[in-house]
C-alpha cells in the first residue's frame, strides 16, 4: 500500500508561480514513475508531466518551458514547479505513483490550483 501526499497548491494570480509536493509513503519500490496529473471539470484526467526513478522526463506539450518536474529519490518525494502560470492551468492537480514492480498505480487526493486573470 502507497499513500500519497500532496501540497503547495493555491491561488495565484497569473504570471505567477507555485511548487507543488507530493511525498509517498508505504510499500515503496525504487523502481517507480511518479507524475502529476491535472483534471478540469467535465473533462478526463491528463498528464501533465511524469518522471522515472532514473530522471527520464515528459512533459505536455501545454506547460514546456513554464513547468519543472524533479524528485528526491531519498525522501520518495516529487515536485512540480509551476512558473509563469495562466488561467488555463486552473485545475485540480493529481500526484499519481506507479510501481514497476507490481504495475499497481496510485493517486493522492488532489490539490486545486487557481490561476486568477
Known amino acids: 500500500q502507497v499513500q500519497l501526499v500532496e501540497s503547495g497548491g493555491g491561488l495565484v494570480q497569473s504570471g505567477g508561480s507555485l511548487r507543488l509536493s507530493c511525498a509517498a509513503s508505504g510499500s515503496i519500490f525504487k523502481i517507480n514513475t511518479m507524475a502529476w496529473y491535472r483534471q478540469y471539470p467535465g473533462k478526463e484526467r491528463e498528464l501533465v508531466a511524469a518522471?522515472?526513478?532514473?530522471?527520464?522526463?515528459n512533459y505536455a506539450d501545454s506547460v514546456k518551458g513554464r513547468f519543472t518536474i524533479s524528485r528526491d529519490n531519498a525522501k520518495n518525494t516529487v515536485y512540480l514547479q509551476m512558473n509563469s502560470l495562466k488561467p488555463e492551468d486552473t485545475a485540480v492537480y493529481y500526484c499519481?505513483?506507479?510501481?514497476?514492480?507490481?504495475?499497481?498505480?496510485?493517486w493522492g487526493q488532489g490539490t486545486q490550483v487557481t490561476v486568477s486573470s
Open positions: 499519481y505513483y506507479r510501481s514497476a514492480l507490481s504495475g499497481a498505480a496510485y
Open positions: 518522471t522515472t526513478h532514473s530522471g527520464t522526463t
